[in-house]
């Protein structure tokens, strides 16, 4: 039962990468089309110093928007801030410290935000980690968990008074949050948070899997709830597909050998992936329209378990009672 706990977690997440890498192989990275300014705008994109969040924040600031690049790195993060303001004199970026482990240094972040008095029209939940060894945060959660969900969840809670502010029935604010194919690898009968937090017989394959599929659940959900209150803000899923950054570090020796190799022949680049993150937070062709998981610019279906509003219930109600926070976003 035990080794089944640890193999079957690595077959599926590694079968589903070679479908996503054979779909790459076939296909042309998409290619945001021509998008309208977002001059007056501010965007927050946690894990935005290096990667696929570097990239994005690049192309909103090109795009005119004020862009916060939230990291707990403080040392990349001023470097990236340096390097876009390098290649445009007129962009509009800053740094602020975010360490998404910890549910505290979330909430000092979003102080400090709120201290600026800025509006927020797009929050892209894009920093992640992937495959780290068995541990837990200072709060007492596996990190899979507090780093790609708990902390993202807290931190899009925590805005959301700001961003209702900020969005109008004409320019809703965007909640975009970065998932992957990893989350259809999840098993789909996950009775209790306990799955999710995968205390017992601990795969960082499977943890990384769970908290991809806590991501898209808590985003379905979380749009139902936007919709149900007629708050002018959308939330939805996007996947970037396989990316050449530093997110497969933890893989093992031969096999970051071997993903280096492949990376340089099917993954796509940072810059590439950044396209279809960019067109969920600006195009017009999604005003007003959430509750989405976009592949290479496409709406398309998530995993079946995804879909189920008894797993999208349970989570929302365990996630509230772990943070502390109302069930109702009207409390």
């Known amino acids: 039962m035990w080794i089944l706990s640890q193999i079957l977690p690595v077959l599926k997440l590694y079968l589903t990468g070679l479908k996503v890498l054979l779909h790459q192989l076939l296909h042309r990275a998409f290619t945001c089309p021509v998008l309208p300014l977002q001059s007056g705008r501010v965007a927050i994109v946690?894990?935005?110093?290096?990667g696929l969040g570097y990239e994005v924040a690049r192309k909103l600031t090109s795009l005119g928007m004020h862009v916060i690049i939230a990291s707990r790195d403080e040392e990349q993060g001023l470097a990236a801030v340096k390097r876009l303001r390098g290649e445009r004199s007129t962009a509009r970026v800053d740094f602020e410290f975010l360490d998404l482990a910890s549910l505290d240094s979330?909430?000092?972040?979003?102080?400090?935000?709120?201290d600026r008095k800025l509006p927020l029209h797009a929050l892209i939940n894009n920093a992640g980690i992937m495959?780290?060894?068995?541990?837990?945060?200072?709060?007492?959660f596996e990190l899979h968990f507090a780093v790609n969900y708990l902390g993202h969840v807290l931190l899009t809670r925590l805005l959301l008074s700001v961003m209702v502010r900020s969005g109008t029935e004409k320019t809703h604010s965007r909640i975009i949050s970065i998932?992957?194919?990893?989350?259809?690898?999840?098993?789909?009968?996950?009775?209790?948070?306990?799955?999710?937090?995968n205390r017992q017989c601990y795969s960082?394959?499977?943890?990384?899997s769970h908290s991809k599929l806590a991501q898209v659940l808590f985003t379905y959900h979380l749009q139902q709830e936007l919709q149900s209150a007629g708050f002018p803000v959308t939330a939805s899923a996007v996947d970037p597909g396989m990316v050449d950054t530093d997110l497969y570090r933890n893989l093992s020796t031969p096999t970051r050998l071997a993903q280096r190799l492949i990376a340089r022949l099917l993954f796509r680049s940072p810059s590439q992936a950044a396209h279809t993150a960019v067109f969920a937070a600006a195009s017009p062709e999604l005003e007003g329209v959430g509750g989405c998981y976009l592949y290479e610019g496409n709406r398309v279906q998530s995993s079946e378990a995804s879909y189920s509003v008894e797993l999208q219930t349970r989570l929302w109600r365990n996630?509230?009672?772990l943070l502390g926070l109302p069930e109702s976003l009207l409390a």
Not at 46 to 50: P, W, Y
Not at 131 to 140: M, S
Not at 204 to 208: E, G, N, S, T
Request: include cysteine.
């Open 46 to 50: 946690t894990g935005g110093a290096r």
């Open 106 to 114: 979330v909430r000092r972040f979003v102080r400090r935000f709120e």
């Open 131 to 140: 495959l780290v060894p068995e541990g837990q945060t200072e709060d007492g």
């Open 179 to 197: 998932c992957s194919a990893a989350h259809y690898t999840s098993r789909a009968h996950l009775q209790d948070l306990q799955d999710l937090l």
């Open 204 to 208: 960082p394959h499977a943890a990384y």
């Open 319 to 321: 996630t509230c009672s």
